[in-house]
């Protein structure tokens, strides 16, 4: 009895399982937009992405694509190429593997250890043969007569005015006038697509790796913007960063930051002479993203000039509740230091 008993407990939670499995392959095809006949066959954690900036995310290998997928902030980053259109995989240096489209747009990738590059590489090369030997045509789209019901109920449903709902039925708003002034206040994808691709910027640091530096004299970090390092806003992508003061007495540190938090806030909105008060150290191999409040102040002015300045003044003005929200969900983390000079006692 105790033996069937774990029999059926093994093929209870194989089930349980292979059903999560299944949803969340669902979720992620929803994600980057693929076909039901795709299905996850690998999927690689921690895998950087090499574009202007390096972002941190994860690699999955489909059927019929190869996806990444990453966050930059509360965006997410994500590149779906289509095994069909890759032309070539070379191995660029003991880390990385570039994927080459036929149109020549390259795709660099760098996985993690113990993760075999050569082994990968491998891998996606044998899936691109087998898709050029196969040359499958995409099948037609399914239709769903479900669907297409509920999509003629609800273009009935929005051309009905109030006074056109029925005795019994009272007409409903999808949202009142302020959830959507809150919504049109919010940042979004396009918002986002603009900061990543012209305001964007990197920091790869290791141990002891000072990124934001109450001297610039102390900075060992690399950065894309060195000069005005201190001046960007970071989320950590990855790893942990220790924000410390040193002084004689020795080092007095405030708080340690993981993955998902921000730091140096309070640089977009302050003058380029604020200095920190606060080393901003990495206490282990660390992914920093930033956003550099000088290329943030070029996108707005060119915006301007091309006669978009409703928007420019919309996106500031998200992007500043952006702002405001992080420092908030500090607050509520329990940082309690101030990285500027401008505030001299413990701000938040």
Not at 93 to 100: G, S, T, Y
Not at 197 to 224: F, G
Not at 300 to 321: F, K, Q
Request: glycine fraction near 6%; hydrophobic fraction near 40%; proline fraction near 5%.
């Amino acid at each position: 009895v105790s033996t069937q008993s774990t029999g059926e407990e093994a093929m209870r939670a194989a089930a349980r399982d292979t059903s999560g499995g299944q949803r969340r392959t669902a979720a992620l095809r929803e994600r980057f937009g693929l076909r039901g006949d795709d299905e996850l066959l690998k999927e690689v954690l921690d895998t950087l992405l090499v574009e202007h900036v390096t972002l941190s995310g994860t690699l999955f290998v489909f059927t019929h694509h190869i996806c990444f997928g990453g966050r930059f902030f509360d965006a997410d980053v994500r590149r779906t190429v289509r095994i069909a259109e890759l032309a070539a995989i070379n191995t660029v240096d003991e880390r990385c593997v570039e994927l080459l489209r036929h149109s020549g747009e390259r795709l660099r990738l760098e996985v993690p250890p113990p993760t075999d590059r050569d082994m990968l590489a491998g891998v996606l090369r044998m899936f691109v043969s087998r898709e050029s030997d196969a040359a499958q045509t995409p099948p037609p789209p399914r239709v769903r007569p479900i669907g297409l019901w509920l999509e003629a109920m609800a273009a009935e449903h929005a051309d009905r005015a109030p006074d056109d709902a029925p005795p019994d039925e009272p007409y409903a708003p999808l949202a009142d006038a302020r959830h959507a002034d809150e919504r049109a206040l919010q940042m979004t994808e396009a918002d986002w697509t603009r900061i990543y691709t012209l305001c964007a910027t990197s920091v790869v640091a290791h141990n002891n790796d000072v990124i934001v530096a109450q001297s610039a004299s102390e900075l060992s970090a690399p950065a894309a913007h060195a000069a005005a390092q201190h001046m960007c806003m970071y989320n950590v992508s990855r790893g942990a960063v220790s924000l410390e003061r040193r002084s004689d007495d020795g080092v007095t540190r405030y708080a340690t930051l993981s993955a998902g938090a921000t730091f140096n806030e309070m640089s977009l909105v302050l003058p380029a002479s604020a200095v920190p008060t606060v080393n901003a150290v990495a206490l282990e191999d660390t992914l920093v993203l930033g956003i550099d409040p000088f290329a943030v102040g070029r996108l707005v002015t060119d915006m301007r000039a091309n006669g978009d300045g409703a928007n420019a003044a919309l996106l500031e003005m998200r992007l500043m509740r952006y702002i405001a929200g992080r420092l908030r969900d500090s607050l509520v983390h329990g940082r309690r230091i101030c990285t500027h000079h401008t505030c001299h006692y413990s701000c938040f």
